[in-house]
């Protein structure tokens, strides 16, 4: 008997948004030095524009109206940032001044800010084009919560734009995430930070700092952990060097 999954994919985007999204904005930015000296990562400029309002602007163009934004490195001037941008959508702080929690961590603490119903989770630091449809509608629509309990948005590693890693996940034909990348060996698919979530994978967590890896490899293992392959473009804006990159990519068109 074949023990393969049935779950049918949603060919047309239309699913139902999540009401809120996480915003990871915590990061110390290290890759990103000297230009993160003086500023939080989330607020250096790309296309004249700071990345979090890259994500923001994408977040309000799929019908996302809440945002819960974690803050810790010059979490000042990324809060002052941010009172900018209340007009335009509903932002709610998680403030991790006195102890950076990671990502895994940074969604513990801001578990009940986030509330019980699937959510999106968006790394601040990087940026996307969409392709035919809407990104996260299309990720939106292809969210199955009998059988998921994480969903992320990937790049085949031939289009992951100034990304130097050696790819992050095998998929089966149905989209299911089967196995992380070995050491020492390639994965055809890179997690583009964009994901939607649900609130069942934050549990049993230890104590302080952590990755979301740990939610991760639990959903994998359960069988509960699936991908949806991007059809835009996707840049990994890590160092200085890949802001010009990204520029004379989005010029070119």
């Not at 996307?128 to 998921?148: C, K, Y």
């Not at 734009?161 to 055809?188: K, S, T, Y």
């Not at 835009?232 to 200085?240: A, E, I, R, Y």
């Amino acid at each position: 008997m074949s023990t393969r999954p049935t779950r049918h994919l949603r060919p047309d985007p239309g699913g139902k948004v999540p009401e809120t999204a996480m915003v990871m904005a915590a990061g110390l930015g290290k890759r990103m030095r000297p230009l993160t000296a003086t500023r939080p990562k989330p607020l250096i400029e790309v296309a004249g524009k700071p990345l979090i309002d890259h994500v923001f602007d994408r977040l309000r163009s799929a019908g996302i109206g809440r945002a819960v934004v974690n803050v810790h490195y010059l979490a000042d001037a990324l809060e002052a940032h941010l009172r900018g941008r209340v007009k335009d959508i509903d932002i709610v702080v998680s403030d991790e001044r006195k102890q950076l929690m990671e990502t895994g961590g940074g969604l513990v603490q801001a578990r009940e800010l986030i509330g019980d119903a699937p959510f999106l989770c968006v790394n601040s630091d990087n940026l996307w084009v969409d392709g035919p449809t809407d990104a996260i509608r299309s990720l939106a629509a292809q969210w199955d919560d009998e059988t998921m309990d994480a969903l992320l948005l990937v790049v085949p590693l031939a289009r992951a734009n100034n990304h130097a890693g050696r790819g992050d996940f095998h998929l089966d034909a149905f989209g299911r995430i089967i196995e992380r990348r070995q050491p020492g060996r390639l994965a055809p698919f890179v997690f583009t930070g964009v994901q939607m979530l649900s609130p069942r994978v934050i549990r049993d967590w230890p104590e302080g700092a952590f990755s979301t890896n740990l939610f991760w490899n639990r959903a994998i293992a359960q069988g509960r952990a699936w991908a949806h392959v991007h059809q835009g473009l996707w840049f990994d804006v890590g160092t200085p060097g890949a802001i010009r990159a990204t520029e004379t990519m989005l010029a070119d068109g």
